[in-house]
């Protein structure tokens, strides 16, 4: 069992976990939510509690997928994996992920907002109220794209790559949270999501450099492949520092993409984020070729940071 969850990599579990989290209190304090009280009722702690499960499930199975797709980029990468070692055979990773995409996706069905509380009523919701469940289906689908060359394999180009990641665990993982709650079809929604999806457009590359010999070698053309680790750095600095001005951007914005959290708040937030931005962007570029040497750069763990401390003041910012 030890070896299972070694394969999951639990610690990766985290994140996407608080970005569901955080993005269903941003529908509950935003100003659609369809219960005009704001109860906190057991319905909508159940159906947050069961989303976020199943979010945590999707990142498990799909992180298992991604390490058979690349058993020979972690041979030379990430000699210790599970896989690699043979401590577990390919087959029963194929079935653990199967049953993780199953515990993951069907339950979902279920996640829908107010007023549907009862198990009948959460079944027969009108469907556009179940865009949990065809979010969970994307992101599900989106793992063998990254990863598989009969799907495309967007893992092989330097961009696609990002945008694949960018797109399901910072745009799409925000929506989903918010689809526990309200609706998708509010443009504050996609607001929010936006901005974390740009942010790990840029920020996800922190993670290719010191793989570099090995996605090299498997053709796996990654930003500092392509461009060199110096040039590299400097095109991920901006990545750093926009989208989080966005954030006032939007909050002081007129129309339906307006945030209706803590005005002053998500000002505050969007500011800090885009300093702390620029001073991580500046590690970057102050030694680009110690990114291509050290496992884990200072800026591998200010973009992490930042990205959980994002996800966590979204959730303030829709509570005071």
């Known amino acids: ?125 009108p469907t556009h109220l179940h865009a949990a469940f065809f979010i969970y289906l994307v992101g599900a689908l989106a793992t063998f794209v990254y990863s598989f060359p009969a799907f495309g394999r967007s893992k092989r180009h330097w961009f696609w790559a990002n945008f694949t990641i960018a797109v399901t665990r910072g745009g799409l993982l925000k929506v989903a949270g918010w689809s526990f709650v309200a609706s998708v079809l509010w443009g504050e929604a996609w607001a929010i999501g936006g901005i974390f999806a740009l942010f790990l457009l840029g920020a996800t590359s922190t993670k290719d450099f010191s793989d570099m010999e090995g996605d090299r070698a498997h053709g796996c053309i990654t930003l500092p492949v392509r461009f060199g680790v110096r040039r590299a750095a400097w095109m991920m600095t901006p990545f750093f520092v926009v989208p989080w001005l966005l954030i006032p951007v939007f909050t002081w914005l007129p129309g339906g993409a307006r945030l209706t959290g803590n005005r002053a708040f998500l000002t505050a937030l969007g500011l800090v984020l885009a300093a702390w931005g620029a001073y991580t962007a500046r590690l970057l570029v102050k030694n680009p070729d110690e990114l291509a040497s050290t496992e884990n750069h200072p800026a591998w763990t200010h973009m992490y940071l930042m990205l959980m401390c994002a996800q966590a003041g979204f959730a303030v910012g829709y509570l005071v």
């Open 1 to 125: 069992m030890r070896q299972y969850v070694r394969l999951a990599r639990p610690f990766t579990l985290l994140p996407p976990l608080v970005g569901i989290v955080s993005g269903a209190v941003c529908a509950f304090g935003s100003a659609h939510n369809p219960d005009p009280a704001r109860r906190v009722t057991g319905a909508v702690i159940l159906t947050v509690a069961l989303g976020s499960l199943c979010a945590s499930a999707m990142n498990a199975a799909s992180n298992i997928v991604n390490q058979i797709a690349d058993l020979e980029i972690d041979r030379k990468n990430k000699p210790e994996r599970p896989l690699v070692t043979g401590e577990i055979a390919i087959r029963r990773a194929w079935v653990a992920a199967a049953v993780l995409y199953v515990l993951s996706i069907v339950p979902t069905w279920l996640v829908v907002p107010y007023p549907y509380e009862g198990l009948a009523a959460r079944l027969t919701a």
